[in-house]
């Protein structure tokens, strides 16, 4: 099991230099938001984190960096508002999917990662009292059944998580959602600190909800993301190590599932103590 690093944990900067900076953390693959590249000229705002347009120039140089740096490039970041309550925002978002998926296949990428959206209109990663509606979810549906033909076409395999603030916010649902997608095209990432609510942050229900998400879709992981939570009453991201998962037990229930794919740290965002949250994670996969 490989260690990477989700792009979205540096600072952005030149491809050339965001590679570098890689390298230098001696992580062979990687996560990619066009977030991080300065070159995109993108930022995303609080519905759509896909680029509205992708260069040619802009991919080459992504390609050059990565093959200069010994990167692999192992995932998009293609998260967009598939819940919001304007269908027009949708659909913008899944002509930008189409575009990511093009994108990918130039990268020599071979997943798209998601999440399921929320009736929130200002952030997507803020819950919403409707969020557990049935028209919510028929949007989200109707959104990410349409975002599976366009993988189909390009031979993508789309990742979604489960999200506290997200529609999809529970094993449950997210097992559901893939039961009635029915395609081989829709996957999981498992993301141990998105699994619990508000407080269910204690240390000693870690493992007993971890291995309950795993009992749920474990077989349907085929990204694993590094992130962590503080124990307390309410939802406290922290740099990995700095929180309650167990990523010990983590490695060994991907192990368990057969899992073969790479495990990527998320959610620090301090690029100073990015060194001491790799080797964490590279010493729990055994690298």
Not at 139 to 147: C, G, L, Q, V, W
Not at 167 to 172: L, R, S
Not at 196 to 209: D, P
Not at 215 to 241: M, Q
Request: overall charge negative; aromatic content about 6%; glycine content about 8%.
């Amino acid at each position: 099991m490989r260690t990477g690093i989700c792009t979205t944990d540096l600072t952005p900067r030149p491809a050339a230099k965001l590679f570098e900076a890689l390298r230098a953390l001696s992580t062979p693959v990687t996560q990619l938001s066009f977030s991080s590249v300065e070159e995109a000229d993108f930022e995303p705002d609080g519905a759509l984190e896909i680029p509205a347009f992708i260069e040619d120039k802009t991919l080459e140089l992504l390609r050059q960096s990565a093959a200069k740096n010994s990167v692999e490039i192992a995932a998009l970041n293609g998260t967009f508002n598939m819940a919001h309550p304007d269908r027009r925002i949708r659909l913008e978002g899944l002509r930008r999917l189409e575009l990511l998926a093009r994108a990918a296949n130039a990268l020599g990428c071979r997943m798209i990662t998601l999440c399921s959206g929320t009736r929130n209109t200002v952030s997507l990663w803020a819950p919403h009292p409707k969020n557990g509606s049935a028209a919510a979810w028929g949007d989200m549906f109707e959104t990410i059944a349409a975002a599976v033909e366009t993988a189909k076409k390009h031979g993508i395999t789309l990742a979604v998580e489960t999200e506290a603030g997200n529609i999809i916010d529970t094993p449950e649902k997210a097992r559901k959602l893939m039961d009635d997608v029915g395609s081989p095209n829709l996957k999981m990432i498992m993301d141990c600190a998105n699994l619990f609510h508000a407080g269910e942050a204690k240390a000693a229900n870690v493992r007993s909800v971890m291995k309950h998400a795993f009992d749920l879709f474990g077989d349907d992981v085929v990204i694993a993301h590094g992130k962590d939570i503080r124990e307390s009453g309410g939802i406290e991201f922290c740099p990995a190590g700095e929180g309650i998962i167990d990523y010990g037990y983590f490695a060994r229930l991907l192990r368990e599932h057969g899992y073969r794919g790479d495990l990527f740290l998320h959610g620090v965002y301090d690029e100073e103590k990015l060194p001491a949250a790799l080797e964490l994670l590279k010493t729990a996969a055994g690298v």
